[in-house]
């Protein structure tokens, strides 16, 4: 069964510098999806940014940027420029692009930004 | 365009007791996905309704169901409350074209079983 791990409970960043939250998940499919989200107080996941499996090139979505290394089934997370607003939980998430339909989710990464 | 959309916002019961929730997917969406997420973990999928028929599922027992209706909403229900089942219920909708597709999420149900 495909997992997900994220193994740093708790991240903190100045503002206005860089941070990179990690991801590792393990399956044995070619073909899947990868996903940021972010969760804030509020509750609702957001989409961060996604990454196709059959891609080589990296996702960004302006300050947002992924490092994807297929072969060692990692999927970190580089947020550029930090700001006030986006501390939250993070989750990384994986899909398969054939199977079932559900979402695998890691257990999320807690940012603080400091002023 | 309208949001995901959930109801109740919280809710408390009682072990035992049946419990349903609600989700309103967004405009032109045509897949809802339920998920739980206990407190401090990451969400864990329940099951997914598409065109009104169950299209996957997770590892959950048969006391969680679901519905999903002409215009796409769909309800979760819960009977035999245990109080492993407290957690914050999510639900998405995704419009299904094939195999690559979005999911947009609600703000969710806090359950609470006492």
């Known amino acids: 069964a495909q997992t997900v791990t994220q193994s740093q409970p708790e991240m903190s960043v100045q503002e206005a510098e860089t941070v990179t939250l990690s991801c590792t998940y393990d399956t044995s499919e070619s073909d899947y999806y990868l996903f940021w989200y972010k969760q804030p107080p509020s509750r609702q996941m957001i989409l961060v940014i996604r990454q196709e499996a059959y891609k080589q090139q990296n996702a960004t979505e302006n300050r947002f940027s992924v490092n994807f290394q297929k072969a060692a089934k990692s999927f970190s997370l580089k947020i550029s420029d930090s700001q006030l607003g986006d501390a939250a939980m993070y989750f990384c998430?994986?899909?398969?692009?054939?199977?079932?339909?559900?979402?695998?989710f890691g257990a999320g990464t807690r940012l603080t930004v400091k002023p | 365009e309208t949001g995901v959309t959930q109801s109740p916002t919280h809710l408390i019961k009682t072990r035992g007791q049946q419990v349903t929730l609600r989700c309103s997917s967004q405009?032109?969406?045509?897949?809802v996905s339920w998920y739980q997420q206990a407190l401090g973990q990451g969400p864990q999928f329940i099951f997914q309704y598409y065109r009104e028929e169950e299209n996957g599922r997770g590892n959950f027992p048969p006391r969680f169901s679901g519905l999903q209706f002409p215009n796409y909403s769909s309800e979760l229900n819960v009977n035999a409350l245990e109080l492993d089942d407290s957690a914050l219920y999510l639900c998405a909708s995704s419009l299904y074209r094939g195999i690559s597709y979005e999911q947009y999420f609600g703000p969710g149900t806090r359950l609470t079983v006492t």
């Open positions: 405009s032109g969406h045509n897949t």
């Open positions: 998430a994986y899909r398969s692009a054939t199977i079932n339909n559900d979402m695998r």
